[in-house]
């Protein structure tokens, strides 16, 4: 989509709706604008693979016992101070040269490499550990490559994603574990780092980062098996907890519900990792709304 100002083209795969100009980068650091036409400029970049289990996913009511091959590359649309992988993700950590450098993994290379494995257990491909969806014509590539091999695509995401991307690519998903962070627009803006409004990039009125996640889960839950986690961050969003598990269960009290325990990463390494009480109190509340809520990293 071309904007007004010439040479800028905006991105249509998040809510940041970035005006990248001939030659920059969106906010995630990887999509690129080169002749008008926006792209990820890390196509088929690994930063890890690696064989797991699929309740690390954490995907605990699907394909259980079953191993997945999971995939990961670099950036993301998000700007946590928590984050856990901030060595892939954050995009100030990432080394451009180095990864110019590398040589690509092409989606038949991957679904080859998946197929490999079948013998250990595995099911398909898992696209994690920073955020695949910035990434989007790798992983939708990928995604129907391994579709067509007869194996499983699972999708570890934080759910930032527009509705029309998301509609083209949901046809390939099996599975999804969506990352809803907190469940205030606040609190998603300063995560982002920046609110919509205060993006020079993104167009008046932007999209609402926590109704685009909303929006991700409402849309998955109709098309693949869903999970969904919140990492508890202590004074910061245990009391969001209670609304979430609540709105969850208006789509289904069925939805599997993963809370997890906070360690000191990234900008938040000088705090405190998040008390076990905590994990069992809040996972005791969401209990009252939804079936199958799970404690980890305890």
Not at 44 to 52: F, K, P, Q, R, Y
Not at 191 to 202: L, P
Not at 223 to 235: A, Q, S, Y
Not at 253 to 263: K, L, N
Request: charged share 20%; glycine share 8%; proline share 7%.
């Amino acid at each position: 989509m071309n904007d007004g100002e010439i040479g800028l083209t905006r991105c249509p795969i998040c809510p940041h709706a970035c005006a990248i100009p001939e030659g920059g980068t969106g906010y995630c650091g990887i999509r690129t604008n080169k002749g008008g036409r926006i792209r990820s400029e890390t196509y088929g970049i690994v930063s890890g693979i690696a064989l797991d289990p699929i309740e690390k996913k954490p995907l605990r009511r699907y394909r259980e016992g079953s191993m997945i091959l999971s995939v990961g590359g670099y950036g993301c649309n998000l700007r946590c101070p928590f984050c856990q992988n901030s060595h892939i993700a954050a995009t100030a950590g990432v080394d451009r040269e180095a990864i110019r450098a590398m040589t690509p993994v092409t989606p038949a290379e991957l679904t080859a490499m998946a197929v490999k494995y079948i013998p250990k257990g595995n099911i398909g491909v898992a696209y994690t550990y920073n955020e695949p969806l910035i990434n989007y014509e790798y992983l939708l590539d990928c995604a129907k490559a391994v579709r067509e091999a007869g194996l499983k695509n699972v999708l570890v995401t934080n759910g930032l994603i527009n509705p029309e991307p998301l509609e083209v690519l949901l046809p390939y998903i099996d599975a999804m574990n969506i990352d809803l962070k907190g469940f205030t627009e606040d609190f998603y803006s300063r995560m982002a780092g920046r609110s919509v409004s205060g993006n020079k990039n993104s167009p008046e009125g932007g999209a609402s980062f926590l109704d685009t996640v909303r929006d991700t889960i409402a849309r998955a839950y109709n098309r693949c098996h869903i999970e969904v986690t919140t990492l508890i961050i202590p004074d910061e969003n245990e009391t969001h907890i209670e609304p979430i598990a609540r709105w969850l269960s208006e789509r289904s009290p069925e939805i599997p519900y993963h809370i997890s325990r906070f360690f000191p990463r990234h900008r938040y390494a000088d705090r405190e990792p998040t008390p076990p009480q905590t994990i069992h109190t809040l996972a005791q509340t969401a209990r009252k709304y939804l079936k199958h809520v799970y404690a980890g990293n305890l």
